[in-house]
């Protein structure tokens, strides 16, 4: 099961605004893509959240855009930013990309972002959403949420 931004935000809201903070606390994160191969690939990436989705726009053949093209799974890491400072925690998202070719969707987006002339755009379908962060200086809290489930949360100390 898949779940887009706005879904998201609507079934978890202070999540999502947490994840969102995060990701826009910095311009540059990490996706995660699979090889021909199988094997992981990590690539740095920018991300936009707008009408309603989380947005992928990627250079013209670059091969983590190969990768998505072939295999739609990705994994994205937040920059944890510099020093010891995480506020909101370490986030992530795990999903699929869906390629958009749509002239009037992509022309939005370019109305928004200012991409380049020619770039691969996806909008994401979410699988699950982390976060972790630590609590009161001793316990480890870890968010867990999936589309359709309520969001599970884990402790330890």
């Known amino acids: 099961m898949t779940s887009n931004w706005a879904a998201f935000t609507t079934a978890e809201p202070d999540l999502a605004k947490t994840v969102e903070e ?48 072939r295999d739609p799974r990705f994994a994205l890491q937040a920059n944890p930013g510099s020093g010891t400072d995480m506020a909101g925690g370490d986030v992530r998202i795990a999903g699929r990309a869906v390629e958009v070719h749509d002239a009037a969707e992509r022309a939005r987006y370019a109305e928004e972002v200012e991409p ?28 867990v949420w999936k589309p359709g489930e309520p969001v599970r949360t884990l402790k330890r100390t």
């Open 22 to 69: 995060r990701f826009t606390a910095f311009t540059h994160h990490i996706v995660a893509t699979l090889r021909k191969d199988g094997s992981p690939r990590t690539s740095g990436l920018e991300v936009r959240f707008l009408n309603g989705e989380l947005w992928l726009g990627m250079m013209p053949n670059s091969l983590k855009a190969l990768d998505l093209i």
């Open 116 to 143: 380049p002339e020619s770039f691969h755009l996806f909008r994401t379908e979410l699988t699950e959403v982390v976060r972790t962060y630590v609590e009161d200086d001793k316990y480890l809290v870890v968010q």
